[in-house]
Nanobody, 115 residues
């Protein structure tokens, strides 16, 4: 079983930056995919960015050029550096991890961008 613990959310003005972190724990050897999704009020949960163990990244079009995902595979930790934040980035951000035979979600961390 994999547990994911997120940190780094908060309130920031438009144009500002935040960095999210997510650490995985549990009886796991490796995690192929780690990443972030977000869910705004009244909307579905959508992909923000993912990164595989080998380094392949995938970003939502809306965050390309502003957000950067990185990983420390040894620490089983994934980060999301968010720059040039916009009010429409306001959402609960969920960490995600998956490998053969399992997937897991974090509890979510609130990001609020004021205009």
């Amino acid at each position: 079983q994999v547990q994911l613990v997120e940190s780094g959310g908060g309130l920031v003005q438009a144009g500002g930056s935040l960095r999210l972190s997510c650490a995985a724990s549990g009886s796991i050897f490796s995690i192929n995919v780690m990443g972030w999704y977000r869910q705004a009020p009244g909307k579905q949960r959508d992909l923000v960015a993912t990164k595989t163990t080998s380094g392949t990244t995938n970003y939502a079009d809306s965050v390309k050029g502003r957000f950067t995902i990185s990983r420390d595979n040894a620490k089983k930790t994934v980060y999301l550096q968010m720059n040039s934040l916009k009010p429409e980035d306001t959402a609960v951000y969920y960490c995600y991890a998956a490998d053969y035979g399992y997937y897991a979600w974090g509890q979510g961390t609130q990001v609020t961008v004021s205009s």
